[in-house]
Nanobody, 121 residues
Framework: QVQLQESVVGSVQTGASLTLSCVLS???????LGWFRQSPGPEREEVAY???????TYGNSVKGRFTISKDGANNEMKLQMNSLTPADTAMYYC????????????????WGQGTQVTVSS
């Protein structure tokens, strides 16, 4: 059974950096998993994602500022966030999809509980 647990963060000021961590239980392959965020509203935005080849991809709003990485020694996935602005304020979630026949299948995606990131001006 796959379980994900994000680290607890909090509030920072504009321009600061933060690193989010997600402990991966029941997973050992860094493919088809990544980070999403949700501001007040129904939609979750894909922030960074390891695709079916394990190659990182990024949302346009975070390219050049955020970096997704893996920590195999601790079985964690991390998100380094630099040059934060109030627009980055959101609940951040790590998530894992199933890898089926070489493709990422988001149906039945596993979510972590989320961690709030607040950036003040």
């Amino acid at each position: 059974q796959v379980q994900l647990q994000e680290s607890v963060v909090g509030s920072v000021q504009t321009g600061a950096s933060l690193t989010l961590s997600c402990v991966l239980s029941g997973l050992s392959i860094y493919k088809c998993l990544g980070w999403f965020r949700q501001s007040p509203g129904p939609e979750r935005e894909e922030v960074a994602y390891f695709d079916r080849y394990g190659i990182p991809t990024y949302g346009n709003s975070v390219k050049g500022r955020f970096t997704i990485s893996k920590d195999g020694a601790n079985n964690e996935m991390k998100l380094q966030m630099n040059s934060l602005t109030p627009a980055d304020t959101a609940m951040y979630y790590c998530a894992a999809d199933r890898l089926v026949l070489g493709y990422c299948v988001p149906h039945g995606r596993t979510w972590g509980q989320g961690t709030q990131v607040t950036v003040s001006s």
